[in-house]
């Protein structure tokens, strides 16, 4: 079974740029999170997707960071412009389902610096 | 507000040393508890899960406890190994709302030869 896969693997951008990841999720997969992890932190829920819709995206900076699932699938996460402070990994991850003990399969990440 | 607390925040070990990690929660309804472990440049990788009914799991070398009472976890390392070092966490999920898990700081084990 294939797993989650994110490109790119790293991206260094200067401040104000704006900047994309990819991720597509294990195959029938519904629930679909985005994830940023600064060094040494554990990872914080940026948006949670059900099939294409959102499911929580309080703690996304919208004035910034965008995210979208159009078909249920891939989904993509953007920042525009980029500040120093989101240097960071950026981790997706899928489950089959929302609730109950389903695991959260995770991707190796996105290292984003910014300078 | 939900939160997950681990300690110690790092650890370093002689390799075949055991160690146990802690982790504090306050999530409430409580769903499960999930212990993660991520290698440096990789995503988390599930080691253990429990439901509020039970209160020990073991995965090989790895032996989490879990007290529903005082909301208290504790992942155990038995004969540690040099792939052992990296950083584990501790994660928790509500039994309603938006299901959305809590994740810890993570405990970043060094396992030295």
């Known amino acids: 079974e294939a797993g989650v896969a994110q490109s790119p693997r790293y991206k260094i951008i200067e401040k104000r740029q704006s900047v994309a990841f990819w991720c597509n999720p294990i195959?029938?997969?519904?629930?679909l999170y985005w994830y940023q992890q600064i060094l040494g932190q554990g990872p914080k829920l940026l948006i949670q997707?059900?099939?294409?819709?959102?499911?929580?995206d309080s703690q996304l900076p919208k004035d910034r960071f965008s995210a979208e699932r159009l078909k249920g699938v891939d989904s993509t996460l953007k920042i525009q412009p980029a500040k120093l402070e989101d240097s960071a990994v950026y981790l997706c991850a899928s489950s089959l389902v929302l609730a109950g003990t389903y695991e959260q399969y995770f991707g190796p990440g996105t290292r984003l610096t910014v300078t | 507000k939900n939160q997950v607390e681990q300690s110690p925040q790092s650890l370093i070990i002689l390799e075949g040393k055991n160690c146990t990690l802690q982790?504090?929660?306050?999530?409430?309804?409580?769903?499960?508890l999930r212990w993660y472990k991520q290698d440096t440049g990789r995503g988390p990788v599930s080691l253990t899960i429990?439901?509020?009914?039970?209160n020990t799991k073991s995965n090989g070398r790895y032996t989490a406890t879990l007290d529903a009472d005082t909301k208290q976890s504790s992942l155990h390392i038995t004969a540690s190994q040099l792939s052992d070092s990296a950083s584990y966490i501790c994660?928790?999920?509500?039994?309603?709302?938006?299901?959305?898990?809590?994740f810890g700081r993570g405990t970043s084990l060094i396992v030295h030869p």
């Open positions: 997707f059900q099939n294409n819709g959102v499911v929580d």
């Open positions: 195959s029938g997969h519904a629930t």
């Open positions: 429990m439901t509020f009914s039970e």
């Open positions: 994660v928790v999920r509500p039994e309603e709302g938006s299901y959305i898990p809590t």
């Open positions: 982790c504090n929660y306050t999530v409430s309804p409580f769903s499960n």
